[in-house]
């Protein structure tokens, strides 16, 4: 069994003496791992950092085995990471939640496409929230938790649509949230793809987003808490506020 394909790097740990294991988010063939012979050495180790941009090749004598993989460094991602504490928050939180919410070895190309358009804005901190904050969405979407934001669940009105119901997930308008205002999630206009989306309102839609993924997509998981790298990122966000 052998395929090749191109993907993000997401985790690596020693193996042995010299080897590393490795999981990487391939367009085709989803979060795959493999083992990386000589992973561990001065060579190969600079080349294996979370975030990077890889050529692989994996093989194994049955589909079912975890195989070796063969590496080739198509782009590193290092240099944007490491250019401030939000880009290298925001890559930790991106290759964590990838790693926690996908299944093993199923694709899923449209995260994947997004996932390679956000990392490559590593760096970039005026547009990272507000991409990163559609990733998050996107994901959502992909594992079957998306948000209906189109309409009030309540009376249907398309105005004046400013929360987000912790149950259905769906919209409430001002007028449909009546006494439960209170117990319903913010709905900022950028949640809708509207408006300038200021720093204080992704932070209002990070806080919805982060609710749906701890209450929706942890427990589908077997109740495993967040990564808390996502936490960390969103932390660091704030403080710029």
């Known amino acids: 069994m052998d395929w090749r394909d191109h993907g993000i790097l997401l985790t690596?740990?020693?193996?042995?003496?010299?080897?590393?294991?490795?999981?990487?988010?391939?367009?085709?063939?989803?979060?795959?791992?493999?083992v990386v012979r000589g992973g561990a050495s001065r060579k190969t180790a600079?080349?294996?950092?979370?975030?990077?941009?890889?050529?692989?090749?994996?093989?194994?004598?049955?589909?079912?085995h975890i195989g070796t993989f063969q590496v080739e460094p198509l782009r590193s991602?290092?240099?944007?990471?490491?250019?401030?504490?939000?880009?290298?928050?925001?890559?930790?939180?991106?290759?964590?939640?990838?790693a926690f919410c996908l299944p093993e070895r199923e694709p899923h190309p449209?995260?994947?496409?997004?996932?390679?358009?956000?990392?490559?804005l590593l760096g970039q901190?005026?547009?990272?929230?507000?991409?990163?904050l559609r990733w998050e969405l996107a994901m959502l979407e992909e594992l079957g938790f998306?948000?209906?934001?189109?309409?009030?669940?309540?009376?249907?009105?398309?105005?004046?649509?400013?929360?987000?119901?912790?149950?259905?997930?769906?919209?409430?308008?001002?007028k449909g949230a009546g006494e439960w205002a209170d117990k319903l999630l913010p709905l900022p206009p950028c949640l809708r793809g509207e408006g300038a989306a200021p720093d204080?309102?992704?932070?209002?839609?990070?806080?919805?987003t982060g609710?749906?993924?701890e209450h929706r997509v942890a427990p589908s998981l077997g109740h495993r808490p967040l990564p808390e790298a996502r936490a960390r990122f969103v932390e660091q966000f704030t403080r710029r506020l």
């Open 77 to 98: 991602r290092a240099a944007a990471a490491f250019s401030g504490r939000l880009a290298l928050a925001g890559l930790n939180a991106v290759v964590a939640l990838l």
């Open 110 to 120: 449209v995260i994947y496409k997004q996932t390679e358009q956000l990392m490559d």
């Open 12 to 34: 690596t740990r020693r193996h042995g003496e010299t080897a590393a294991i490795i999981e990487v988010f391939t367009e085709i063939h989803g979060r795959h791992a493999g």
């Open 211 to 213: 609710y749906f993924l």
């Open 46 to 64: 600079p080349i294996l950092q979370p975030g990077a941009q890889l050529d692989v090749l994996w093989r194994a004598r049955l589909e079912e």
């Open 200 to 208: 204080p309102e992704i932070a209002e839609a990070l806080r919805t």
């Open 146 to 174: 998306g948000l209906d934001l189109t309409a009030c669940a309540v009376t249907g009105a398309v105005e004046d649509l400013i929360y987000v119901s912790p149950k259905s997930g769906r919209a409430v308008s001002e």
């Open 125 to 132: 901190d005026d547009v990272w929230p507000l991409a990163y």
